[in-house]
């Protein structure tokens, strides 16, 4: 995926993003939403069933399913999910929506892209934005995706 690319739309279309977590298995949305062309700054956050040896600078370990999320409540504008379907303890799925819930502030946006089954009870948390889901939808990066935005109200 072009993550360039990726950026500059959620930059367009997503305002408020000064705390923004990319929920991927791997660094390159989160390094490159840090870049200065971009300016956003993203923290990545990844699950397993394992535990990692240890975190490292803005990449954080999340067992989600488990255990909450390490930001304080009400935090973050902008989540994040492009192709992750990480394994989840106890496939507790309503935990994740209830744990995004809790960090995510008032008027904040979920964006996940094929998501796994990780994202399978935000709809019951959150509040579907089709108008959003459409615009993204228009670019030819995301056409044939399964995209779904929801924000906190």
């Avoid at 959620?10 to 949305?29: A, G, P, W």
């Avoid at 939403?33 to 040896?53: D, K, M, N, Q």
């Avoid at 909450?68 to 999910?81: E, G, K, Q, R």
């Amino acid at each position: 995926m072009n993550w360039n690319h990726v950026a500059h739309i959620i930059r367009d279309i997503f305002e408020n993003n000064s705390f923004t977590v990319c929920y991927q298995e791997d660094m390159d949305l989160a390094n490159t939403l840090y870049t200065t062309e971009h300016g956003i700054g993203a923290i990545r956050l990844w699950s397993a069933l394992e535990a990692p040896l240890e975190n490292s600078k803005n990449n954080y370990y999340w067992p989600a399913g488990l255990n909450p999320m390490l930001f304080s409540d009400d935090c973050v504008d902008l989540f994040i999910s492009i192709n992750y379907d990480p394994e989840i303890f106890n496939n507790n799925y309503d935990q994740i929506a209830q744990e995004i819930k809790r960090v995510l502030k008032p008027g904040g946006f979920i964006l996940a892209v094929n998501p796994g089954k990780w994202a399978s009870n935000l709809e019951f948390e959150f509040t579907a934005d089709s108008q959003i889901e459409k615009e993204i939808k228009r670019y030819s990066l995301f056409t044939d995706k399964d995209v779904y935005v929801y924000e906190n109200i």
